[in-house]
């Protein structure tokens, strides 16, 4: 329909417009104006007509647009009739995350990629999930990654062809986005450390300051002695952050001459008192603030909501940047014991505080007096530092039965703690299920919505052999609607797990 | 699981197959029956008839089925144990009972002998009497469109929109329910904004000719009238159809399918099939209402051996189906999409008051352009009417390589029902929450 027929429709037909279609029709229109009707009535006639011949009139536009390229064809699909399928395409709309993560490592430990009709969904959730893309990546297929070109919501998928095709192209240093340029240095420094630091020295003068902290982070992997000049001429960067990281990353290396200079201020501080009968190490905190300490990226003026002293604060960053066998070499006591004794001094809190963000996976004695010791100051971040034990260590430190955890709040850690992919062990994991179901037959969860949140989580991290021994629940007549979704959900997870690794 | 109205239905009743869930539950070879644990306090009695697959259950749903009576057929189609021989309790036997004998009255009054007289002179004055109030209130629709052209589309707000709608309903209190259904598809484009003001003016345009027909139908060739007459929304009598149709019979291709709800209590499905032999299209038209389940079992891209019976009109598509069996599943039909859309120039030209035809264009290629979806076709490229998720699983189906799509072309876009790869036989099938506005 033209212009004009729109323009009077809008505005209001007042007059007996010539209203025109094309060819053969114009008599028609011509003979409905002729008939003497009001005009609204002649309009809604020729409309009429009008319509009756652009229906009868089928046919299509044909831009010269180019159609897109297709797909690559993926000959390991999943089957859409797998038996797989169906759990699949639940875990995928309902979640949780977790079970979306395992199943993909298991279609991929498989060598096959999700099945056409449940990418869109596996790509949303992708989407919600940044911790799903490693694991989704990988199994979406040529057709995936043709579908996140089209959708700027998947984009993630579209980027990343997987880390090792990412890494291998040197293209992907020169031209590519920051997450790829940053697998690229991972790939390169894990292969050939130096080199990877002299690409990194090469550029960095050009970088934006949030590139060269993403890209001077990869140094962390490989660190050596050899990289303490770069990072010695990055203390003075103009980025806060990329000092405060070339700093920690500088007091990891024992020998290095940035870690000395830190002993040598620390060292006076800590004085070893020599009692008729005993023998002591007494700490204090510095008086003043050096200023030589800007070179090693410490701040004088305390931050304003920094709950630490002024002094505190001060010895808290010589601390951090000390490394944690020195403490040993230097006063004798193992971890647990500096951490005992420092319980009783007066900059206890400035300590902790710095010794926690020296621990790395490393220490693991370091690791398990903090977790033994169970200080207020160390009650936070616990899942972290029972991240960097193997998984065998960390149940060590946690009692088997669902109701301590329960009751000690250890149980989202004990969850939290688990990279995706990762499990408990089985034996573990069967003391819990044992419990779980007793939980479930004596209606424990009925009114707790925190627990029965939990519950979910746990059956996605316990180990798989441990399910083979699962019995469902009993029902009950009288279950509220929240408890009855809830043991679906855990059926379901349940079920699908089993599935995906019969 | 065909027979499930929706996805939310299929997974609602996968829920329920549970054992906990059934308070009770028995069979015979009649029916199956069953209480199960829903949310109110009493449980609710789910029972099925066998032999014409329909369920009927108390609880609030208004799909049919509902997910209880998915449910039990899903645990009889398991074999589920509790499922076995046993006395029927009372509220079986009354259903059952009460179907049957409405069964056997439905069966008496057709064999009652009636006074042919006495029932024809009732029913024409039935006809009489409908015909008139459709004048009435045709002549008020008239009046009407021709204020709104006068008064121009442009200034269109709350006001209007009530008014349109009042209008809508003043046609289904005339019997003329087809009238008020157009008003408010124009009136839903009204609301959509000023992409759809062309369709609004079709619309109106359209409901003239229904008015012009209506004051013209003495003059009206017969099929003509029969056209008026659906439009309108004044149905034929199935029987009366049964009797004087066209036959035909054939093996019959199901194309693809769509239950749309229409209302509070009234849903449509649509099922578009094409004779292998005739080369023939029909739909067949059901309506479930408030209880009242949709029979049958058509999946798309099965066959079955049927005649049809065809209703009356100038572009005969809508039919009944009788002595329906499956038959051997025939391959996809390789049509020219240059002979579809001829096909579908005819139709619409023998009666444009058509709501859709179907279109089945083969070697079509999807794509997304923004978020619009279209499908690129040797013919030419058109809009689809479906939502965002629908539109991503029909790209992921297609993979960028082109597929066969069968869908319904009410002339502005196409509804997409289902799809087919070459060398496949699982279909893409539209989600029914996948249509858009």
């Known amino acids: 329909m033209s212009a004009p027929w729109l323009k009077q429709a809008l505005v209001g037909v007042d007059s007996t417009a010539m209203l025109s279609g094309n060819g053969e029709i114009d008599a028609l229109l011509a003979q409905i104006a002729g008939q003497g009707d009001d005009a609204a009535l002649a309009f809604s006639r020729a409309a009429g007509a009008m319509t009756a011949c652009r229906l009868a009139a089928v046919s299509f536009d044909t831009p010269a647009i180019a159609l897109p390229e297709p797909a690559a064809a993926d000959t390991n699909a999943l089957d859409e009739s797998h038996r797989w399928s169906s759990w699949l395409t639940l875990a995928f709309a309902q979640g949780p995350v977790r079970l979306q993560y395992e199943a993909c490592i298991r279609i991929a430990a498989v060598n096959a990629v999700l099945p056409s009709n449940l990418l869109p969904q596996a790509l949303e959730a992708g989407k919600r999930s940044q911790a799903l893309r490693a694991a989704l990546l990988p199994v979406i297929g040529h057709r995936g990654r043709w579908l996140a070109r089209l959708n700027a919501d998947w984009r993630f998928a579209m980027d990343g062809m997987t880390e090792i095709d990412a890494a291998s192209d040197p293209k992907a240093w020169e031209e590519g986005s920051l997450a790829q340029r940053v697998a690229y240095l991972r790939q390169h420094r894990a292969r050939d450390a130096a080199g990877a630091r002299d690409l990194l020295q090469q550029q960095l003068s050009e970088m934006p300051a949030k590139e060269r902290q993403e890209l001077v982070a990869v140094l962390e992997h490989g660190l050596s002695a050899d990289d303490e000049a770069l990072l010695e001429s990055l203390l003075k960067d103009r980025s806060r952050d990329v000092r405060q990281l070339a700093a920690r990353l500088l007091a990891s290396l024992p020998h290095s001459t940035h870690a000395q200079r830190l002993i040598a201020w620390l060292a006076p501080l800590l004085t070893h008192k020599r009692g008729l009968l005993t023998r002591s190490w007494q700490c204090e905190a510095p008086e003043q603030a050096d200023p030589a300490w800007s070179s090693a990226a410490i701040e004088t003026t305390r931050p304003q909501h920094e709950a630490l002293g002024e002094r505190a604060w001060w010895l808290y960053q010589l601390v951090r940047q000390v490394p944690l066998s020195w403490w040993v070499s230097h006063t004798g006591m193992n971890a647990g014991e500096l951490l005992a004794w420092a319980a009783k001094s007066d900059w206890k809190a400035a300590l902790y505080r710095g010794w926690r963000e020296r621990v790395g996976s490393a220490d693991r004695d370091w690791i398990e007096a903090i977790l033994t010791a169970r200080a207020k100051e160390f009650a936070s971040g616990n899942a972290e530092l029972l991240a960097m034990l193997p998984t065998q260590a960390r149940e060590r430190h946690w009692p088997d039965s669902l109701d301590k955890l329960w009751k000690s709040g250890a149980l989202p850690?004990?969850?939290?703690?688990?990279?995706?992919?990762?499990?408990?062990?089985?034996?573990?994991?069967?003391?819990?299920?044992?419990?779980?179901?007793?939980?479930?037959?004596?209606?424990?969860?009925?009114?707790?919505?925190?627990?029965?949140?939990?519950?979910?989580?746990?059956?996605?991290?316990?180990?798989?052999?441990?399910?083979?021994?699962?019995?469902?629940?009993?029902?009950?007549?009288?279950?509220?609607?929240?408890?009855?979704?809830?043991?679906?959900?855990?059926?379901?997870?349940?079920?699908?797990?089993?599935?995906?690794?019969? | 699981m065909a027979l499930a109205p929706d996805a939310a239905s299929a997974k609602a009743a996968e829920g329920l197959v549970s054992d906990s869930k059934w308070v009770s539950l028995g069979a015979d070879s009649d029916a199956l029956w069953g209480e199960c644990k829903g949310s109110g306090a009493k449980p609710y009695q789910t029972q099925v008839d066998l032999a014409a697959l329909a369920a009927r259950c108390s609880c609030p749903s208004r799909k049919f089925p509902c997910k209880h009576g998915l449910a039990l057929l899903l645990l009889y189609a398991q074999k589920h144990p509790r499922l076995a021989q046993s006395e029927r309790p009372q509220w079986v036997n009354e259903w059952l009972s009460s179907r049957k004998e409405k069964a056997e009255k439905k069966e008496q009054a057709a064999s009652k002998p009636a006074d042919p007289a006495a029932t024809a002179a009732a029913a024409a004055k039935r006809e009489a009497t409908r015909w008139k109030r459709i004048d009435s209130g045709a002549a008020d629709l008239q009046r009407w469109i021709a204020d709104q052209f006068r008064r121009g589309l442009g200034k269109f707000g709350p006001e209007q929109r009530q008014e349109w709608s009042a209008m809508a309903a003043r046609m289904v209190d005339a019997q003329a329910p087809g009238l008020g259904n157009q008003l408010q598809a124009a009136l839903d484009a009204m609301s959509a904004g000023s992409g759809r003001y062309e369709e609004v003016i079709e619309r109106l345009g359209l409901l003239q000719l229904l008015i012009e027909g209506v004051c013209r139908r003495e003059q009206l060739s017969a099929t003509r009238l029969a056209d008026l007459r659906t439009a309108l929304g004044w149905p034929h009598d199935k029987d009366e159809v049964a009797e004087h149709a066209e036959d035909v019979s054939d093996d019959w291709l199901v194309l693809g399918q769509i239950v749309q709800q229409r209302d509070e209590k009234l849903s449509e499905r649509r099922i578009w099939l094409r004779g292998c032999n005739t080369g023939r299209y029909a739909l067949l038209l059901d309506f479930a209402f408030n209880g009242k389940g949709l029979e049958g079992f058509w999946r798309a891209g099965a066959s079955h051996a049927a005649t049809l019976k065809f209703y009356p009109g100038s572009a005969p598509l809508r039919a009944l189906a009788t002595g329906q069996s499956a038959s051997q599943s025939k391959s996809w039909p390789q049509l020219s999409a240059y002979d579809a859309i001829e096909r579908a120039s005819h139709w619409f030209a023998r009666n444009p008051w058509l709501p859709q035809v179907p279109l089945v264009l083969n070697q079509a290629t999807p794509t997304i352009d923004g978020d619009v979806c279209k499908l690129h076709t040797e013919v030419g490229v058109l809009p689809l009417r479906v939502r965002e998720a629908a539109a991503w699983t029909l790209l992921a189906f297609s993979g960028g390589q082109p597929i066969d799509v069968v869908g319904e072309w009410d002339g502005r876009r196409l509804l997409p029902l289902s799809a087919w790869r070459s060398g496949d036989n699982r279909p893409w099938v539209l989600d029914n929450d996948g249509v858009a506005e």
């Open chain 1, 413 to 502: 850690d004990v969850i939290a703690s688990c990279a995706p992919g990762e499990t408990l062990s089985t034996e573990f994991s069967r003391a819990l299920l044992s419990d779980l179901h007793g939980w479930l037959d004596s209606d424990r969860l009925r009114h707790d919505y925190g627990l029965r949140a939990h519950v979910l989580e746990l059956a996605t991290v316990v180990h798989p052999d441990s399910l083979a021994n699962w019995r469902p629940p009993l029902r009950r007549d009288d279950e509220t609607p929240a408890l009855a979704e809830c043991i679906h959900d855990l059926e379901r997870i349940v079920a699908t797990r089993r599935a995906l690794y019969a």
